[in-house]
């Protein structure tokens, strides 16, 4: 029997694949449990729309990646930070820092998860950084840090 999957099953296939299961255990478990429907016309359609809808989706990401990639790489972010006479930063900038910096600044939001700070920045200067947008398209950023 074929079946659509609702859910990933270790060992069995993950969500939305369309699976040949033994009928007993399509119509005992599976489906009772709503880990699956039945592969039929109407449930296969849904999913060919839910599937092309996913696709659209990830199209606009991946545009609006490619829009964010061009506005970092034609600015510089100022950060101002408490530093000591030697130009070493008390503390020191983080992920978290620059995500909040690009959002008060240039109103871009960013997870803080995707800038890529190899480790923190505790000298006053200019970094460069990456930041990954999208799978495959990464952003280069520019930032001053500046000593008040």
Not at 6 to 20: H, P, Q, S
Not at 33 to 49: D, H, I, M, Q, Y
């Amino acid at each position: 029997m074929k079946v659509i999957l609702l859910d990933n099953i270790k060992g069995v296939g993950r969500k939305d694949d369309i699976i040949e299961a033994n009928d007993g255990y399509a119509r005992n478990f599976l489906i009772p449990k709503g880990k699956a429907v039945e592969a039929n016309n109407t449930n296969l359609s849904k999913l060919r729309a839910k599937q092309s809808s996913n696709e659209h989706k990830l199209e606009l990401e991946k545009q609006e990646a490619e829009k964010i990639k061009a506005k970092l790489s034609n600015l510089t972010l100022e950060i101002k930070v408490r530093a000591g006479e030697n130009g070493k930063i008390f503390g020191g900038v983080t992920s978290k820092e620059i995500a909040d910096s690009l959002k008060s600044q240039h109103n871009i939001d960013i997870d803080k998860k995707k800038i890529v700070v190899k480790e923190t920045i505790k000298q006053i200067g200019i970094q460069n950084i990456e930041i990954k947008l999208f799978p495959g398209i990464v952003g280069n950023l520019k930032i001053k840090i500046m000593g008040e």
